[in-house]
């Protein structure tokens, strides 16, 4: 039967990237047994807000102290476009922890203020990568990698996986049609799909006899994966493929009509984290878990160089979306009785700059902002908002690298003291205190 593995299934595929190639940075000594400082079986959901999302109207200075004009300098900075004060949000979030300047959030993050309210949700001021490129592939590559002066190889979190789990686990989701840089790694297997509806084989009326089709590709994938073999191309191909098999009958026993807090939630995003939580309730409430702990989604259009709005406009509406999805998404987690054991975390490639463009817009920035939210975060604001009469050309000054971000999460969630330091260039990094 003439069967093409290429097309076998519709937008979804398997990968262990590299198919084998060796590994740059030395592997953390965690192995399948460690002890972990989150809770057991700790999951993580990554957040991208693609684009470069404007932080200056994120997390807005509300007011002037003494030495730090931060409300007037804003105000001047951004005359159609910033938010006035009198439309933040009527609970402002905690003052800035280092000038002092009170802080709001954009009024459109309102469903996300109730969750930083219940104070489950932490505000990691200044954040970005030194030496900022303000180049979208490349800010993304160093996002991703973790690496902000070598060549891409590899993702941060593939080299978690490579050092955590062995190459036959799959405990890893992207959703989307193409798998996120941020999982690349040399052995571990992530599966990339754009919804848990498509992961499915393809109808083909050709071949119509689905069985048929499982059980060639079933032999295929045997004749390739040679025990023998402990590496090459032909090795992984094989080995990845009865993976990919052994998922797509698990992932067919997933229900997504359940009464989600996502339910009816219009836009992408919503769909994606729905198909997250879904996976989450399969595993929670059945005999029969598949095993995901760490996903990936991606909310687009936070490249505003025009018409980026203030009250309403382009931000407002994304971030409309992100809160109530977010908001709704940890409503599930709750729900589930999983909230203590999930760990959302947002990110965007660069920020904006502190001055608005002839468009109505901001252009490429460097420092922005980030959110975690579950149950296990501390909530607050962390880092300050830089200092708005301090620019470097123009943009907000870097004070928190990113890599301090990950490495919290590696340390404190996932692993134990000190395991970020052979998983991220330049290490050793400070944590931060936003997760117990």
């Known amino acids: 039967m003439a069967i093409s593995r290429r097309k076998f299934l519709t937008r979804g595929a398997l990968t262990a990237a590299a198919l084998g190639a060796p590994h740059p940075f030395q592997r953390a000594l965690l192995g399948a047994s460690t002890a972990w400082a989150g809770p057991a079986g700790a999951i993580v959901v990554l957040v991208q807000m693609e684009g470069g999302n404007d932080g200056l109207n994120t997390v807005i200075p509300i007011d002037d102290k003494p030495g730090h004009a931060q409300r007037s300098l804003y105000d001047a900075a951004r005359p159609s476009i910033g938010i006035p004060v009198a439309n933040l949000l009527a609970t402002e979030i905690d003052p800035d922890p280092v000038k002092g300047n009170r802080l709001g959030l954009h009024p459109s993050l309102a469903p996300l203020h109730d969750v930083y309210a219940a104070g489950k949700v932490a505000v990691l001021n200044g954040i970005a990568y030194p030496n900022q490129n303000l180049s979208h592939f490349r800010s993304e590559d160093i996002w991703f990698s973790a690496n902000p002066t070598g060549a891409f190889v590899d993702g941060w979190f593939g080299r978690y996986l490579d050092s955590a789990f062995p190459s036959g686990d799959l405990v890893t989701v992207d959703f989307d049609i193409t798998l996120n840089p941020t999982f690349f790694s040399s052995d571990s297997n992530v599966l990339a799909v754009g919804s848990l509806a498509e992961f499915e084989l393809t109808d083909d009326p050709q071949y119509p006899d689905l069985a048929a089709k499982v059980d060639a590709l079933t032999a295929a994938y045997a004749v390739e994966a040679d025990p023998l073999e402990t590496s090459g191309t032909h090795n992984a ?31 992408r995003l919503a769909r994606r984290l729905k198909d997250v939580s879904s996976i989450l309730r399969h595993d929670a409430i059945t005999g ?149």
């Open 288 to 436: 029969m878990p598949v095993g995901a702990r760490f996903f990936h989604v991606r909310q687009g259009g936070y490249d505003t160089h025009s018409n980026q709005g203030s009250l309403t406009g382009r931000q407002a509406d994304l971030f409309t979306e992100l809160a109530t999805d977010l908001k709704a998404f940890y409503e599930d987690t709750v729900d589930l009785g999983i909230a203590n054991k999930v760990l959302v975390l947002t990110f965007s490639e660069f920020g904006r700059r502190v001055a608005q463009n002839g468009g109505n817009g901001t252009d490429h920035g460097e420092a922005s902002v980030l959110f975690a939210m579950g149950d296990a975060v501390v909530g607050g604001v962390y880092g300050a908002v830089p200092a708005l009469d301090d620019l470097n050309k123009g943009n907000l000054k870097v004070h928190t690298d990113f890599r301090q971000v990950y490495a919290t999460v590696i340390d404190k969630w996932l692993a134990t003291a000190n395991a970020h330091v052979p998983l991220l260039p330049g290490a050793p990094f400070t944590t931060l205190p936003f997760l117990t």
């Open 237 to 267: 191909v094989g080995t990845s493929g009865n993976v990919l098999l052994g998922a797509l009958d698990a992932y067919q026993q997933i229900s997504t009509s359940w009464p989600s807090n996502l339910n009816g939630k219009p836009g």
